[in-house]
């Protein structure tokens, strides 16, 4: 069935170092990427997204980059703060024949970043 | 809009007992979302209705879980009866219409089953 692995589960970086979470999906139809930040005892939150057509979004210090080829795509966070320590989400949304569609979710990242 | 709401935020119960999650979607979103968080599972997508209608229940876990969408503006879920499995916290979310856009979550119901 349909799958995202997301890796690492757990990152701890240095506060202004690089962070970059990496996710892969199964299903080659899948055609919108959202990162998700949730913080401790809160919602999770889209960050950024990226769709099919497109190989790479920024936003400040966030981007993603998607190789449809592979499956495979990634959150970079430069210069990070303290307040970007939560856990991150990727997913992948998948239509369905039905004209619906259907979210996959990875396991969540981790992060912490270390004053 | 005041976003997504669910209630109750907490929910502790007995084995057994019938537990009743709530949730008002986002008005004009066509689309609304059960989701399951635990740390061993983390994210799971249990059952998502577009226009008050299910489309997917694939992933609700036993006939024990049951999930209802009256009309646009509130949703259900219910377990009955209860086990202490069930202890989680549930998201529901409620997206716009079209597939390509963000889902926005509620607070969550943190349930804890005793």
């Known amino acids: 069935g349909e799958n995202v692995e997301q890796h690492p589960s757990t990152l701890s970086v240095q506060e202004g170092d690089s962070a970059v979470i990496k996710c892969t999906y199964s299903?080659?139809?899948?055609?919108?990427f959202p990162w998700y930040k949730q913080e401790l005892g809160k919602r999770p939150q889209l960050i950024i997204d990226i769709r099919s057509n497109v190989g790479e979004k920024k936003d400040q210090r966030i981007a993603v980059t998607l190789n449809k080829t592979a499956k495979h795509f990634s959150l970079h966070i430069t210069e990070t703060q303290p307040e970007d320590s939560a856990v991150y989400f990727c997913?992948?949304?998948?239509?369905?024949?039905?004209?619906?569609?259907?979210?996959?979710f990875g396991a969540g990242t981790r992060l912490f970043v270390k004053a | 809009d005041a976003g997504v709401i669910q209630s109750p935020r907490h929910e502790v119960t007995e084995m057994g007992q019938e537990v009743t999650l709530r949730c008002k979607p986002i008005?004009?979103?066509?689309?609304l979302f059960w989701y399951r968080q635990t740390m061993m599972r983390g994210l799971e997508l249990l059952i998502y209705?577009?226009?008050?209608?299910?489309?997917?229940d694939s992933g609700m876990p036993e006939d024990r879980f049951s999930a209802k969408m009256p009309n646009a503006s509130f949703s259900t879920l219910k377990i009955q009866p209860s086990e202490p499995r069930d202890s989680a916290v549930y998201f529901c979310?409620?997206?716009?219409?079209?597939?390509?856009?963000?889902?926005?979550f509620g607070q969550g119901t943190r349930l804890t089953v005793v």
């Open positions: 979310a409620s997206s716009p219409v079209g597939m390509n856009t963000e889902a926005f």
């Open positions: 299903d080659s139809a899948s055609n919108y």
């Open positions: 997913a992948a949304v998948l239509p369905l024949n039905t004209g619906g569609f259907k979210t996959i």
């Open positions: 008005s004009g979103h066509d689309y």
């Open positions: 209705f577009n226009n008050n209608v299910p489309i997917d």
